[in-house]
């Protein structure tokens, strides 16, 4: 049996990763998949690929893509999650700030550098018209973090995923002023270029296995209950989550690198593009 590292976030959208594992779909292979859920999301995750504390990522595109041309010796193997991510901006109930051009000037909480929350802490500037290069960070590592500073008034406003902020709306503790989507498929699946040479076939069968298992996995009976019940989340919130979201079997395009890259080049986030072969492989 041939072990494999795969590190995540622990939210709604990774359910089929686990759901696969519990029913020993990897196993059936001859794998064991081990998971590490990762708080931290992105910037942790592009740490833990260029440690080899893991051999796959299922990670933020615009992260992952910035790593990369930064020297991660990774390679995006599919786009796992098609449709966007719906970031939340967010600030405490109680603030001054009622809209999202309240905010320009203000200090963003992100979770570390090179996160997915600072990258969009940028495209959302851009779409605002503010100077991104004014931009103020606090690194807040964790969503508890950026409750505690928020709180505390250390940061300003906080983007993460609306639906998984949404408990924190719901009780009070946060106030959505706006959304910031992302122009590109949110999630993308990454591995290592060690693995990826050494192991072509098993990353083959993870990835057919994870396909079959995202094809179906919106018809899988109760499924919104299931996940408003591990994830904290109120029924009919998942419900429009799921009319959302859109998982992929498909490779990373060409055209789409050239947007992500173009997008981030133009905000300075990085200074120079990759070519699609460094940064995509299809396996």
């Known amino acids: 049996m041939k072990t494999i590292k795969i590190a995540g976030v622990p939210e709604h959208f990774n359910l089929p990763w686990h759901l696969s594992i519990e029913n020993k779909e990897f196993e059936a292979q001859n794998i064991d998949l081990n998971w590490t859920d990762v708080p931290e999301g992105t910037g942790k995750m592009c740490q833990m690929l260029r440690s080899g504390q893991t051999d796959i990522a299922v990670i933020l595109t615009e992260g992952i893509v910035k790593d990369i041309a930064a020297g991660n010796q990774s390679k995006i193997v599919q786009v796992y999650v098609e449709s966007p991510l719906i970031w939340g901006i967010h600030v405490t109930a109680n603030s001054k700030y009622k809209t ?132 904290n989340q109120k029924t009919e919130d998942i419900q429009q989550w799921l009319s959302l979201t859109e998982w992929s079997q498909k490779p990373f395009a060409k055209e789409m690198l050239n947007k992500v890259q173009n997008q981030l080049f133009q905000l300075k986030i990085i200074d120079k593009k990759g070519t699609f072969d460094e940064i995509v492989k299809t396996v």
């Not at 008034?153 to 408990?167: I, L, S």
């Not at 503790?173 to 993308?188: A, E, L, S, Y």
């Not at 396909?211 to 018809?219: G, Y």
């Open 100 to 231: 999202v051009s309240d905010l320009e000037n203000t200090k963003v909480a992100i979770s570390r550098l090179g996160s997915g929350s600072q990258l969009m802490a940028f495209v959302n500037a851009d779409n605002q018209g503010w100077k991104t290069d004014d931009l103020q960070f606090e690194i807040i590592n964790t969503i508890d973090g950026a409750v505690e500073a928020l709180t505390n008034g250390t940061a300003d406003y906080f983007m993460w995923e609306r639906f998984m902020t949404k408990p924190l709306v719901d009780k009070g503790i946060f106030r959505r002023i706006g959304d910031c989507p992302t122009p590109w498929p949110c999630f993308v699946i990454a591995v290592r270029d060690t693995v990826l040479e050494q192991n072509p076939e098993i990353i083959k069968t993870v990835l057919e296995v994870i396909n079959k298992r995202t094809e179906t996995f919106k018809d899988i009976l109760n499924i919104d209950k299931t996940l408003a019940t591990k994830f």
